[in-house]
């Protein structure tokens, strides 16, 4: 049996604005390469509905773990 770390089953933190914008500080670690980043969703983007689906329940101020999204 292997043991998952932390690092392993999140991708990164979220939070949500007071006007409901999702921010997400993301990370991606593979063979040979590192990188991070920021996206923001705001409540009139596309995929917002998807992005707060995927990450549950959120509120203003709260900062909640990001599990990878399915392949």
Do not use: C, F
Request: glycine share 12%.
């Amino acid at each position: 049996m292997s043991e998952t770390s932390i690092d392993d089953e999140y991708i990164g933190t979220a939070t949500m604005d007071d006007d409901g914008t999702i921010n997400m500080k993301l990370r991606a670690v593979g063979p040979g390469i590192v990188g991070a980043g920021m996206v923001s969703y705001a409540k009139n983007h596309p995929n917002y509905r998807e992005v707060l689906q995927h990450l549950g329940p959120i509120k203003p101020g709260v900062e909640v773990m990001v599990k990878p999204w399915p392949d």
